[in-house]
Nanobody, 125 residues
Framework: QVQLVESGGGLVQTGGSLRLSCAASGRTLSTYIVGWFRRAPGKERELVATISWNGISVYAAESVKGRFTISRDNAKNTVYLQMNSLKPEDTAVYYC??????????????????WGQGTQVTVSS
């Protein structure tokens, strides 16, 4: 079955941590840029972090820089988002997505056409 599945979301207090996973089956992630996005209620979808296919290049939005870390394990066909020092404003549904073109090296050129269903992250104050 071809699917992209996020997991690891939940309810956490301010200052807490969560680790999200994005696991692929039926297609590879290992040769593609992967991004984490989020959508909070009433807000536009926001790019949170991206990682190159080989893990060498990473990007994190200013709103999460220094708190969130994206990483990947290509042997497991999985990408992670470690979220520390969580704030109530991090509350959102988090999605992972894969780029359309393999081996792309410039992160901001990613064009995402394969999306997961999302996982809810709720940070209580």
């Amino acid at each position: 079955q071809v699917q992209l599945v996020e997991s690891g979301g939940g309810l956490v207090q301010t200052g807490g941590s969560l680790r999200l996973s994005c696991a692929a089956s039926g297609r590879t992630l290992s040769t593609y840029i992967v991004g984490w996005f989020r959508r909070a209620p009433g807000k536009e979808r926001e790019l949170v972090a991206t990682i190159s296919w080989n893990g060498i290049s990473v990007y994190a939005a200013e709103s999460v820089k220094g708190r969130f870390t994206i990483s990947r394990d290509n042997a497991k066909n999985t990408v992670y988002l470690q979220m520390n020092s969580l704030k109530p404003e991090d509350t959102a549904v988090y999605y992972c997505a894969r780029d359309r073109i393999p081996y792309r090296t410039v992160l901001h050129e990613g064009e995402y056409d394969w999306w997961g269903q999302g996982t809810q992250v709720t940070v209580s104050s």
